[in-house]
């Protein structure tokens, strides 16, 4: 098994729940009103409700072990090759997703900050500081986003409360979209973006005290939930639902609208800063998981070796959407729709065939022990 260092448990939270909220600053508030209509914002809701049933399952199996994550609790239930194939799996899963970031993040730069830049102008240098950023590994990455993650929730807060003279409570309505079979349905799908549950079932062993993971686990579920929804309450309180869909990049569409008198405008500017090192944390952290779940599927001593290898496959797989409108739309029919299966699914999964195979092999050792008169 590869050697890390052990992570505090207020570094796990931070890193878990700007992993899964970075995503707010592309374009996941407006797929979710292109979901939900006027309801878009009740839909983080649902998926949070359903993410925390899930953790009720998973989550104390994580906490009563010291000695491995979910997948390394798995191989002695499935062996090295059925844990491996899942292994691979979720790196894929996390190469795929990092490849669609790293271009959204890119073609976000080129359209709103550096309209005339080639993308490999952005997206060169953008590789370089996340190499970097991945090789101090996962102990570094945690500390540094305890440091950021405070400020980036104080500027999500403040960038939503300087829109208030812009908000119409008119355009949340009718209160329920499209209907609740539409609100439930699409809170099951949208999942996916709880990508903290994917990562504490991998990195929960790496805890000091595992038993932590329990609650981890809880609360990054009611962050990552409630700052989802909040952004896109605000986001349609600001537009109504016929204009946000037509809106890619919400939060700095919102940083452009503001104006709080003539000295206190247009600070899009000052929010991406945020933006810029949420993504870069975000990157990193799924580069450096890929390069473990790699390197321990092959028995490698260390990871860091892989961590170039697969940037560069990154690098590569972020060049095949042929512009910004197929990258959204990559995202919205792939990323959004379908990352549950590999978030929740696969861990739920694992945890059932686990209790199930315990439960068998309980009832065979019962069988097979001798009876005494």
């Known amino acids: ?48 409700g359903i993410c925390l049933i899930v953790w009720m399952l998973i989550g104390p199996v994580l906490a009563r072990q010291r000695t491995g994550n979910l ?35 890119t073609e976000t730069v080129i359209t709103e900050i550096l309209p005339r830049s080639p993308i490999s102008f952005v997206i060169a240098p953008l590789m370089v ?49 499209r209907g609740v079979p539409a609100l439930l349905f699409s809170g099951g799908i949208v999942t996916g973006i709880f990508t903290n549950i994917l990562l504490l079932a991998i990195f929960a062993s790496l805890l000091r005290n595992p038993a932590d993971s329990l609650k981890i686990g809880f609360w990054s579920i009611l962050i990552v939930g409630l700052v989802y929804s909040i952004v896109t309450l605000v986001f349609l309180l600001v537009f109504p639902s016929e204009a946000a869909v037509r809106v890619p990049i919400p939060l700095y569409q919102l940083g452009r609208l503001i104006y709080v008198g003539r ?24 580069l450096w998981t890929s390069s473990y779940l ?21 690098y590569s797989l ?3 959407p042929q512009s910004f409108t197929e990258t959204l739309e990559l995202n919205m029919n792939y990323r959004l729709r379908w990352g549950w299966i590999i978030v929740i699914g696969l861990p739920m999964l694992l945890l059932l065939w686990m209790r199930d195979r315990t439960r068998k092999e309980g009832k065979g050792d019962e069988s097979d ?3 005494t008169s």
């Open 129 to 177: 500081v996340l190499v970097y950023y991945a090789y101090t590994g996962i102990e570094g990455l945690s500390r540094v986003a305890l440091v950021l993650t405070p400020w980036l929730l104080i500027a999500i807060t403040l960038l939503l409360a300087f829109n208030g003279n812009w908000m119409n409570l008119d355009y949340i309505l009718p209160l329920w979209g």
């Open 369 to 371: 022990s001798p009876q």
């Open 294 to 314: 790699i390197a321990s599927v092959f028995r490698m001593p260390v990871n860091r070796p892989l961590v170039f290898p697969i940037a560069l496959i990154v």
């Open 71 to 105: 997948l390394f609790l798995a191989r002695s239930r499935f062996g090295r090759w059925g844990t491996g194939a899942a292994s691979l799996l979720v790196a894929l899963f996390l190469v795929l997703d990092t490849a669609n970031t790293v271009r959204m993040f």
């Open 1 to 48: 098994m590869i050697k890390t260092g052990h992570l505090g448990r207020y570094e796990l939270l931070a890193l878990v729940v700007i992993l899964a909220i970075a995503d707010i600053f592309l374009n996941f508030p407006q797929q979710l009103v292109r979901m939900g209509g006027s309801a878009g914002w009740m839909i983080p809701l649902v998926s949070m």
């Open 263 to 286: 000295f206190f405008q247009r600070l899009e500017a000052g929010f991406a800063f945020f933006w810029i090192a949420a993504a870069v944390i975000k990157i990193a952290v799924s």
């Open 318 to 320: 972020s060049f095949v």
